[in-house]
């Protein structure tokens, strides 16, 4: 009878860089005070620079103070803006919408009807347009 041989430590612990693509181990990690907002994917993957819309997102929909004061000094208030407009506040729910609308001096008649639509079509944002 043979016996399986013991895996090495090496193949163990797999890749020296865990996996991570060139480009994911080039740019630098987001900082871990944000990895709670992350919880359903793999955190250490995340990077600004290729995905900065899905981290805008969900650090206006989730984020604490902390973690929306770190948003605001990585992406500046103008770009945060363009993306709640372009989006028309979809992800966002009617109370943290009126929130970023004050913060970030959104048209209040544009945002009040993105918010009448989301209470109209409860479903219209989980749907691609």
């Known amino acids: ?17 865990g ?8 740019s630098p990690p987001l900082p871990p005070e944000l990895k709670p907002l992350f919880w359903d994917i793999q ?4 990077r600004w620079q290729r995905d900065r819309d899905f981290i805008i997102g969900r650090v ?18 103008g770009v945060i803006r363009e993306w709640v407009l372009r989006r028309r506040g979809q992800g966002l729910s009617p109370r943290t919408l009126g ?11 544009e945002v009040s009807t993105w918010i009448a639509e989301q209470e109209a079509y409860p479903w219209s944002g989980r749907v691609a347009r």
């Open 43 to 46: 955190f250490r993957r995340l």
């Open 60 to 77: 206006l929909a989730e984020g604490s103070w902390q973690q929306t004061h770190w948003l605001m000094e990585m992406a500046g208030k």
């Open 99 to 109: 929130f970023w609308e004050v913060v970030l001096d959104l048209p209040h008649r």
């Open 19 to 26: 996996g991570l693509t060139p480009a994911e181990t080039a």
């Open 1 to 17: 009878m043979s016996k399986t041989p013991e895996l090495t430590a090496t193949k163990r612990r797999g890749p020296k860089n």
